[in-house]
């Protein structure tokens, strides 16, 4: 084990306690096989319910109209069973699927234990 695993991944799950959004859950999204009769891809979702500390919420002008909004949030891996986060993976807050395009930093040792991961809604 990494020095740091022993106070580093504590303190993750600490720091992401103190600020945790009950209403904002990680989303794993599993790509299943193609069905041939369907002509599609079956998805499997396992929902991780209040697993994020949301640091920043925004809005992307994108020029007449159009906007953008997204998400940032930390996330302590123990949380969401030690998986590491995709970008094919979603949050869901405030009523809303948020599709996560970025995840940076990721800080480990010998294990990942937390994730800044952006989403767009």
């Keep these: 084990m990494a020095s740091q695993d022993a106070w580093?991944?504590?303190?993750a799950t600490q720091l992401v306690d103190l600020f945790r959004v009950t209403g904002c859950d990680y989303v794993r999204v599993t790509q299943g096989a193609y069905d041939p009769?369907?002509?599609?891809?079956?998805n499997t979702e396992t929902v991780?319910?209040?697993a994020a500390a949301v640091t920043k919420t925004g809005r992307?002008?994108?020029?007449g109209?159009?906007?953008?909004?997204?998400?940032?949030c930390w996330i302590d891996t123990a949380g969401i069973g030690d998986i590491k986060p995709s970008t094919g993976?979603?949050?869901s807050y405030?009523?809303?699927r948020w599709k996560i395009v970025a995840i940076d930093p990721a800080y480990s040792g010998d294990v990942e234990y937390a994730v800044k991961?952006?989403?767009?809604s």
């Design 8 to 11: 580093a991944r504590p303190l």
């Design 37 to 42: 009769a369907t002509g599609q891809v079956g």
């Design 48 to 50: 991780f319910p209040s």
């Design 60 to 63: 992307i002008e994108e020029g």
């Design 65 to 72: 109209v159009a906007e953008q909004h997204y998400l940032e």
């Design 89 to 91: 993976d979603q949050m």
């Design 94 to 96: 405030q009523g809303r």
């Design 117 to 120: 991961v952006r989403a767009l």
